[in-house]
């Protein structure tokens, strides 16, 4: 069973950087969704499993960078000029065996983490 954890979530100031990791059990396309109270769970950004696709969300395109170090089964997300509505719960998600391509479809995601918080002050 995939396991997903989560790490890096804090407070930052506007304009400032984080960087969220996600350690995997193995090797699986990924992503990262985000929920802010009172809001559903929306797409952040997403990963093939080998790492030649990558997909954003318009929000954070420019701003956030997915990588991946297959090495370690680790998705990292590089937050850059964080907004204060960035602030939400982060979560890493797994898509499901036999999926290979990033993809903003939460319904293709199996697996979620446990979720780390962001929080962005103005």
């Known amino acids: 069973q995939v396991q997903l954890v989560e790490s890096g979530g804090g407070l930052v100031q506007t304009g400032g950087s984080l960087r969220l990791s996600c350690a995997a059990s193995?090797?699986?396309?990924m992503g990262w969704f985000r929920q802010a109270p009172g809001k559903e769970r929306e797409f952040v950004a997403a990963?093939?499993?080998?790492?030649?696709?990558?997909t954003y969300a318009d929000s954070v395109k420019g701003r956030f960078t997915i990588s991946r170090d297959n090495a370690m089964n680790t998705v990292y997300l590089q937050m850059n000029s964080v907004k204060p509505e960035d602030t939400a719960v982060y979560y890493c998600g797994a898509q499901g065996r036999g999926l290979y391509s990033a993809s903003s479809n939460k319904g293709l995601y199996a697996r979620w983490g446990q979720g780390t918080q962001v929080t962005v002050s103005s």
């Open positions: 193995g090797r699986y396309a």
């Open positions: 990963i093939g499993s080998d790492g030649s696709s990558t």
